[in-house]
């Protein structure tokens, strides 16, 4: 199958995402993701990209770049590729280490922008993690401190200091604005991978496939917001697993 070209936006800015293959361990320890953080920090340099957030969990990361299509190619081929052949030669493994092609999901608004960084951030707390800063391999504690990978001065200015980035991951919020943000026409021209990663944002899933297995509300609900966030009846049901028939029907429940 042909991949699909990825969506150049003006923002230059990108929600990064890439996952284990079959949802395998990318990391054995510490070691592990100190290779990839270098990496980022080098490839980020020699690609002239800004790195705004950044979290590394057990079998995905999440990054959030500012950088234009070439470049953002350049930096997730060498990172990705230079990290598999490490794991592989330390590990003893063979074969693929990470799934496909890396998502990207353009960030439009400085709104979005800001809700993507958060939603990276608290990827940790599905671990239990209560205090963000005491999670190492993410960005949060550099936003607080000495900055080595990330360009933490836009978001900083955007929020208005340290206090008010701290105070900002702590207000309740609605993580599903963070997909809602992007809009319809690019959404409609996304790839399965991208297309994944935008339902899981829009839905709280970890895999699309959950959907199917919702109570029935549940899951009309959250076709229908797949449906008016661009993505089609066609791709809606090759991700989820979900009938066409199903999908084109679904409903809100009254």
Known sequence: MVSRCRIQCESNVYHITSRGVGQQLLFEDDLDRTFLWRSLRDGAREANALVYAWCFMGNHIHLVVRADLRNLSQ???KMLSGYAAYYNRRHDHVGHVFEGRFGSVPVQTDEQLLATVR????NPV??????????MWSSYPEYLGRSVVTATKFILDLLGGVQAFEDFHREPHDESNVARELPRKSCMLLSDSDAIALACALTGCDEPTQIASAEKAVRDAWIVLLRENGLSIKQIARITGIGRNIVQRARRPD
Do not use: T
Request: net charge negative; proline share 0%.
């Open 126 to 135: 599905d671990m239990g993690i209560d205090e963000l800063k005491s999670y």
């Open 75 to 77: 930096l997730m081929r």
């Open 119 to 122: 939603y990276v951030h608290e």
